[in-house]
């Protein structure tokens, strides 16, 4: 049934795509202009239109402060979390943030928080789905780094709320690449799965065993990426243009842009040449032009690719495994073409590496494989379930500024945890609950996800209560928590709200919001589409002038026709749908007995023996009505 | 016997009822687990119980699914944890092992507070000694001397050490037997004395293992 596609969605900070099942096999559905990966840009154009994907490419050079990338290394994170990031990216913050607001940026006049952002390249996808399935699509299994920790993956989701799609799981990247890996190769084993992308950098270690997927432990770093490769490589270009040309453009996000591009450019050429050449165009006629080869790029970038040695080893550590024990590693991530990064792994794990897969598009196949898991499964994936775990421990701020820890990293989830907890002073009716992520002793060392009152604890002497806490990761490896006083039966149920997150009205409004630019989007769709049909058919016409069945209309129906084509070409460059619509319907029954004519005079040639293509008629038109309704889709 | 988590009539996923995790898996609370046993029973439970499986149920089969998966998957994570399951089956016999935890150990660390913690009789010479190693060593790195006889005192210490936590393990896995065998014909006062034999080697090996990390502080820093 068309309506019930669950699409697996890979969103990428650099690029998305989704993907969906098809048949044995999961597929990418490709946009309009037939490419499969979707830039994880968005910008304004001239008209306030909202702009995604390849199409926004280009005005993160001719109006950056119109645009938008990367904005998933913004997903669940406070002002302060972001400021050094600020400094590598040409983001503006909205001027009137209040404290503790999720942060918003600035796209031309517009203010839009990381999620609205994710949601608008999520909605390109969905809009490309359904424009392959010719229907609605409502549910979809969402990709994350696996180390994002509990306010990203709410960001995520949030993300996925706002765009319309029923998020029915997030599943971790390097996963979801382990289940298409596995899918293809069908092997029991150990294996290490190596994924550096645009911006976030993540390890796990899966054991497979006949169809199940279990991690058994995963580490890595969300803000570690090709991104940083290409800021080292912008950074000496700004230098040397300041130097050589005398030219400081680090404020000109034009120039910046272009550095970026050409950055970007040479490093995926130095992929396959020992050399490659940046040329950048700038402001004043002058240009930039700086040889980069492959050995200065590959020492540049060292620090950088180095910074995946210590989360894979911790790892392994954790997985209580030596390299020699991992039956294969997979890699996942644009970043891993790069030729440096499969001689760290091949030297850390003391293997060649797999890369049969393409590394751009196996997390978004993996997504959709865990769609159809989730489906209720098929015959190639009854057998398959996954068993992941979360990245992060988690636990309760206590006296002293410490955290105890009460479920550990590298848990199986869904994983609970119950803890007690009572009053220190005498009659205190409130007991406050911080609850925190992250592997450090103490409570302010750690990433604070909420705090929650307890409120209504009977009086008692100090220590006498006995408050209940459970933790419930669930399988997105989002957090619940609840807690009861005991002696009184006193319940809070809390959803962790992170610190940094969108509250469920937030989520709602914006959700409205999107419906309203969603019609504006869909009536201008609607346009574009009548108007492409009104040229089909005027083309059809002129050329059903030429045949014969033409002459054998009385010259009062010739007329009509005319008239009413040349109302048709009067209003269809209008924004006018139904107008158009008018028009387009008025000159298809006009033209009907034409169309009979025609079809008649085409039977009575292929019945002489004439071959059809020795008739004025193209395949097209010969096969049924010359000027019936085009399809599109 | 297991634990009900399925309906016998309708097939469908029950709450999660409040047992301990041996029942969870309706395995008797012997220690001497079979690991490629338990892995198996935890897949075959996980095909049936885990989320996965119910993204398309009504709301109520959901929850109780992940309730259900949840407790599957702490108490595999405790039962297939040689230390763990051992500690969560004395707890389950009543022994409140909190003193010796590694948390109550973390905690005293990092507040600095001084922890109630009983040095074994037999180790008190050996750790006297160490200490005062230890101690030295720190003295001589504030000086920034390096004296390669203490570092290998303390070396040869550390190995004793490491030796007597590997055969406390040994000395474990002989009590589960013990135990085991004391679950299916033993007395009471039989059980309870095993019990309490194996709360000293756990309390012992935990001993060990904190003095284990101070020698490794000692020497990194």
């Known amino acids: 049934m068309a309506s019930d596609h669950i699409v697996g969605i890979d969103l990428g900070t650099t690029n998305s795509l989704v993907a969906f099942m098809q048949g044995d096999s999961p597929a990418v559905i490709p946009g309009e202009d037939g490419l499969n990966l979707v830039p994880s840009v968005v910008a304004l154009d001239e008209k306030n239109q909202i702009i995604v994907g390849n199409a926004a490419r280009k005005y993160l050079i001719e109006t950056p402060e119109r645009s938008v990338y990367s904005a998933k290394r913004l997903m669940g994170r ?57 229907g609605p699509v409502t549910k979809a299994v969402i990709t994350v780094p696996a180390y ?87 950074a000496i270009a700004l230098d040397d243009i300041r130097g050589d040309l005398g030219l400081d453009v680090r404020r000109s996000g034009e120039s910046v842009a272009r550095i970026r591009r050409s950055v970007i450019e040479a490093k995926i050429a130095l992929s396959s040449l020992p050399s490659t050449t940046l040329d950048v165009e700038l402001p004043g006629g002058k240009r930039y032009q700086r040889e980069v080869t492959r050995e200065m790029f590959e020492r540049l970038i060292q620090p950088v690719i180095d910074r995946t040695v210590g989360p894979t080893k911790q790892a392994l550590k954790d997985a209580g495994l030596k390299p020699s024990q991992i039956d294969e590693v997979v890699l996942v991530g644009g970043s891993t073409r790069i030729p440096k990064v499969r001689e760290l792994v091949q030297g850390l794990f003391g293997r060649t590496p797999h890369t049969d897969l393409n590394p751009d598009e196996v997390v978004a196949l993996g997504a959709a494989v865990q769609a159809n898991i989730l489906g209720g499964g098929s015959d190639v994936t009854k057998e398959m379930l996954l068993l992941d775990v979360t990245p992060l421990s988690l636990g309760i701020e206590v006296a002293g500024g410490v955290t105890d820890k009460i479920i550990l990293r590298n848990s199986t989830i869904p994983a609970s945890a119950t803890q007690y907890y009572t009053t220190q002073v005498e009659g205190q009716t409130n007991v406050a609950i911080h609850v925190l992520q992250g592997e450090r002793e103490l ?76 019609e504006e989007d869909f009536r201008q769709r609607q346009v574009i589409e009548a108007r492409r049909e009104a040229e089909t058919i005027t083309a059809a016409l002129a050329k059903g002038k030429n045949n014969p069945a033409w002459q054998a209309l009385t010259s009062d129906e010739r007329h009509n026709i005319a008239g009413l084509e040349e109302s048709l070409v009067a209003v269809k460059d209008g924004d006018d749908y139904q107008q158009i619509r008018n028009a387009i319907d008025a000159l298809n029954q006009g033209t009907m007995r034409l169309a009979e004519l025609m079809m008649d005079t085409a039977v009575t040639t292929a019945l002489k023996g004439k071959a059809m293509d020795q008739t004025d008629f193209e395949e097209g038109t010969a096969a049924g009505h010359p000027v019936a309704k085009a399809e599109f889709e | 016997m297991r634990a009900t988590h399925f309906c016998s009539a309708c097939g469908k996923v029950q709450p999660a009822a409040p047992v301990d995790y041996f029942t969870f898996f309706g395995f008797p609370r012997k220690l001497d687990l079979d690991a490629s046993k338990l892995e198996k029973e935890f897949y075959a439970l996980s ?70 913690q009983v040095v074994p009789p037999d180790l008190l010479e050996e750790v006297f000694e160490l200490n005062m190693h230890l101690e030295e060593l720190r003295t001589q790195k504030k000086l920034g001397e390096d004296d390669p006889a203490l570092l290998e005192e303390i070396g040869k210490a550390k190995l004793s050490l490491e030796e007597k936590f590997d055969a406390l393990f040994e000395e474990l896995q002989g009590q589960w037997k013990k135990w085991d065998a004391a679950v299916d014909s033993g007395t009471e006062p039989d059980r309870m004395q095993i019990r309490d034999r194996m709360v000293d080697v756990l309390n012992r090996r935990n001993y060990i293992r904190n003095l284990v990390r101070d020698v490794n502080e000692a020497m990194e820093n």
């Open chain 1, 78 to 134: 406070g002002v302060e979390d972001i400021r050094e990031e600020l400094k590598m990216f040409p983001f503006q913050l909205a001027d009137d943030m209040a404290a503790g607001e999720v942060l918003r940026i600035k796209i031309g006049e517009r203010t839009y928080t990381p999620p609205e952002i994710s949601a608008l390249v999520l909605r390109q996808l969905k809009r490309n789905a359904e424009r392959f399935f010719g």
């Open chain 2, 47 to 116: 095909r049936h119980l885990h989320p996965d499986g119910f993204a398309n149920a009504e709301e109520q089969e959901r929850a109780w699914s992940l309730e259900q998966s949840s407790m599957l998957n702490d108490a595999y994570r405790t039962l297939k944890d040689p230390i763990k399951r051992t500690e969560y089956l004395l707890r389950l016999e009543g022994v409140e092992l909190e003193e010796q935890s590694k948390q109550a150990t973390e905690k005293a660390r990092v507040t600095g507070e001084l922890k109630k």
């Open chain 1, 443 to 518: 409570a302010r060392d750690c990433r604070s996800l909420a705090r929650f009152d307890l409120k209504g604890v009977p009086p008692m002497p100090a220590g006498m209560p006995r408050i209940e806490v459970k933790f419930l990761i669930d399988a997105n490896g989002i957090l619940h928590v609840s807690a009861r006083e005991q002696r009184s039966g006193k319940e809070a149920e809390i959803d962790v709200q992170p610190s940094y997150g969108l509250t469920d009205e937030q989520v709602e409004n914006m959700l409205l919001e999107s419906f309203d630019y969603a």
């Open chain 1, 148 to 234: 994002f920790n509990d306010a990203q993956r709410q960001a995520t989701k949030d993300a996925g709320r706002i765009a319309g799609l029923d998020v029915l799981r997030l599943v971790n990247e390097p996963t979801a690449a382990s289940l298409a890996y596995g899918l293809d190769q069908r092997k029991n084993g150990i294996v290490a799965v190596y994924d550096l992308g645009g911006g976030t950098f993540d390890i796990s270690i899966l054991k497979l065993h006949d169809g199940i997927f279990e991690v058994v432990a995963t580490n890595g770093d969300t803000h570690l990426g090709g991104d940083d490769i290409d800021n080292l490589l912008i």
